[in-house]
């Protein structure tokens, strides 16, 4: 399978608030690159969001705000692109909300949410959050709510799906982000 594995961390409650982007590229079900970045949101953090992702006010100061990550990111969002997260309307909503609010264009692409082919394919789990679905398939997640090990978690899961289930059984979760 070829697609891209992607995933916000938010500053705040606010899905326009993304703290933190990565992306995990795909090819021939292998990993072949990744990309990580801070932003600076333009918004203030919430406590509870800190707590949860370990990414502070002090974290972003210097970083790049997402107008300026989203040229170098958004070749992976076309109509003929597959980007899959693990609850992937979160991360689909960050990312158009976040367009939105700075006035560029919402694209559409291929997505599919691995939330969502854990619970058709392994029923029994007792639920499908992204560290439970990874130690119920042996799957190296290091620092939960860190979006390159998140991103990371969520390519090896589809990864693993595609060798054990049919292409067929997979394609039927793939919709249209409009």
Same mark, same amino acid.
């Given at each position: 399978? !070829? ?11 606010? &899905? ?6 990565? #992306?995990? /590229?795909? &090819?021939?079900?292998?990993? /072949? ?26 974290? /972003? ?20 692109? +597959? ?8 991360? !689909?909503?960050? #990312?158009?909300?976040? +367009?939105? &609010?700075?006035?560029?264009? /919402? ?19 007792? !639920? $499908? ?12 997640? $290091?620092? $939960? ?6 991103? #990371? ?10 060798? $054990? ?9 793939? &919709?249209?982000?409009?």
């Amino acid at each position: 399978m !070829n697609f891209v594995a992607i995933d916000f961390e938010t500053a705040n409650s606010k &899905r326009e608030s993304p703290c933190s982007l990565a #992306l995990v /590229v795909v &090819r021939d079900n292998k990993v /072949v690159d990744e990309f990580y970045s801070l932003i600076n949101p333009e918004a203030p953090f919430s406590g509870r969001n800190s707590s949860i992702n370990n990414i502070y006010p002090k974290d /972003v100061a210097d970083a790049p705000t997402f107008p300026e990550i989203w040229p170098i990111i958004k070749q992976f969002f076309s109509k003929d692109k +597959l980007v899959i997260a693990h609850n992937n309307s979160f991360d !689909n909503s960050v #990312l158009s909300k976040t +367009l939105i &609010r700075y006035g560029l264009t /919402v694209p559409m692409y291929l997505t599919l949410d691995t939330v969502k082919t854990s619970k058709a394919f392994y029923p029994e789990f007792k !639920n $499908h959050k992204l560290n439970t679905v990874c130690d119920n398939l042996g799957i190296e997640l $290091h620092h $939960h709510h860190n979006a390159l090990d998140d991103s #990371l978690a969520c390519a090896n899961i589809l990864i693993y799906q595609d060798k $054990h289930f049919t292409d067929d059984a997979i394609k039927q979760f793939i &919709r249209i982000k409009k």
